[in-house]
T-cell receptor, first 116, second 111 residues
């Protein structure tokens, strides 16, 4: 079992560009959450996807959007990149859906995005 | 989710027990206490969670006070590889699985 995999591992983009980050959840997991972690801070919740829909969203602007595919994998899209979007982007998957008891979330190793 | 308070940093001698405190005085009856750790530049790693009873697994023990307003994560024999940032999170288990991380405690295990 490969666990949660994210791609790419590192990325450099120019201010104003758009970026897409990808996440494959752990086998058997159907819920994917995305987090942004700035240097020296804890991860901040961006949003969560279940059954291909965004179920909850943290305090992030509409420039941050996502998608979940039928195979449960997910993408995070960020438009009009700002220098402040430079961070480690983490994906976490969970084994059970909305109406069942969740246990622990498993995190990927993250994508390090640098905006220049 | 309830907020948590953790000391920003702690040191521990290698081979000794590391006791990491967490205050969650506003915890609700249906909220669990979760602990994760993050080793430099890696994704957070699940350690343990509990509701009101003490819990133990192969990594650590979790002691929750009777009033549930605080807890302690215990690493019984800390090694250098346990140097990491430790996050205490309280969350409702059922429903949307988002977690609200604080700044955590940076534990440094010293030889």
């Amino acid at each position: 079992d490969a666990g949660v995999t994210q791609s790419p591992t590192h990325l450099i983009k120019t201010r104003g560009q758009q970026v897409t980050l990808r996440c494959s959840p752990k086998s058997g997991h159907d819920t994917v959450s995305w987090y942004q972690q700035a240097l020296g801070q804890g991860p901040q919740f961006i949003f969560q996807y279940y059954e291909e829909e965004e179920r909850q969203r943290g305090n992030f602007p509409d420039r941050f959007s996502g998608h979940q595919f039928p195979n449960y994998s997910s993408e995070l899209n960020v438009n009009a990149l700002l220098l402040g979007d430079s961070a480690l982007y983490l994906c976490a998957s969970s084994p059970l859906g909305m109406n069942r008891e969740n246990t622990e979330a498993f995190f990927g190793q993250g994508t390090r995005l640098t905006v220049v | 989710d309830a907020k948590t308070t953790q000391p920003p940093s702690m040191d521990c001698a290698e081979g000794r027990a590391a006791n990491l405190p967490c205050n969650h005085s506003t915890i609700s009856g249906n909220e669990y206490v979760y602990w994760y750790r993050q080793i430099h530049s890696q994704g957070p790693q699940y350690i343990i969670h509990g509701l009101k009873n003490n819990e133990t697994n192969e990594m650590a023990s979790l002691i929750i006070t009777e009033d549930r307003k605080s807890s302690t994560l215990i690493l019984p024999h800390a090694t250098l590889r346990d140097t990491a940032v430790y996050y205490c999170i309280v969350r409702v288990v059922r429903g949307v699985n988002d977690m609200r991380f604080g700044a955590g405690t940076r534990l440094t295990v010293k030889p």
